[in-house]
Antibody, heavy 119, light 111 residues
Framework: EVQLVQSGAEVKKPGESLKISCKGS????????IGWVRQMPGKGLEWMGI????????RYSPSFQGQVTISADKSISTAYLQWSSLKASDTAMYYC????????????WGQGTLVTVSS | QSALTQPASVSGSPGQSITISCTGT?????????VSWYQQHPGKAPKLMIY???KRPSGVSNRFSGSKSGNTASLTISGLQAEDEADYYC???????????FGGGTKLTVL
């Protein structure tokens, strides 16, 4: 069974750094794209970017380029999303999601990590 | 990379059928048979309901069906039930990196 398990909720102050994680199991971690999705409070889903853990090929949506860093450690089947300097506007639920078929569109989802940025 | 266009809300009575549209362009919905639909209940992660335009993952009710015509994909829910009340999102593969775009979401209300 494919599972994506994300790290727990975080409360941070503006300007702080943060790295959240997404551990995959039940499949070959290096063979499928994993993406990150932002959902701001009361809003829709936004595709932030993707990584192919097999070769670390990483692509970002224009809105998120330079704002976050996506990475993966294939030795522990874990993908990451990190910020170097958080803003209040980064407050959101963040989901990791793996492609379901060869289409690339997500089908397996993590449970979400709530990030709250407040002074 | 613009979001796909969905109606903000739809509603229906129990037992009825409803359809949610998802309009894109020839660079996404119209260009590939890679449209997915998700159901999201409040406080929960999205759940895949349809992939590759019209395929259902194992365990998803056959009351949910998907189709596509030109640049518009559609999700139809037949025999509406109270538990279908949720937000629904479409997504499509797109030629623009990073290759996935979502719709803005549709709130389904079961009257």
């Amino acid at each position: 069974e494919v599972q994506l398990v994300q790290s727990g909720a975080e409360v941070k102050k503006p300007g702080e750094s943060l790295k959240i994680s997404c551990k995959g199991s039940g499949y070959s971690f290096t063979s499928y794209w994993i993406g990150w999705v932002r959902q701001m409070p009361g809003k829709g889903l936004e595709w932030m970017g993707i990584i192919y853990p097999g070769d670390s090929d990483t692509r970002y949506s224009p809105s998120f380029q330079g704002q976050v860093t996506i990475s993966a450690d294939k030795s522990i089947s874990t993908a990451y999303l990190q910020w170097s300097s958080l803003k209040a506007s980064d407050t959101a639920m963040y989901y990791c999601a793996r492609e379901y078929s060869s289409s690339g569109t997500p089908g397996y989802w993590g449970q979400g990590t709530l990030v709250t940025v407040s002074s | 990379q613009s979001a796909l266009t969905q109606p903000a809300s739809v509603s229906g009575s129990p037992g009825q059928s409803i359809t949610i549209s998802c309009t894109g362009t020839s660079s996404d919905v119209g260009g590939y048979n890679y449209v997915s639909w998700y159901q999201q209940h409040p406080g929960k992660a999205p759940k895949l309901m349809i992939y590759d335009v019209s395929k259902r993952p194992s365990g998803v009710s056959n009351r949910f069906s998907g189709s596509k015509s030109g640049n518009t994909a559609s999700l139809t829910i037949s025999g509406l039930q109270a538990e279908d009340e949720a937000d629904y999102y479409c997504s499509s593969y797109t030629s623009s990196s990073p290759n996935v775009v979502f719709g803005g979401g549709t709130k389904l209300t079961v009257l």
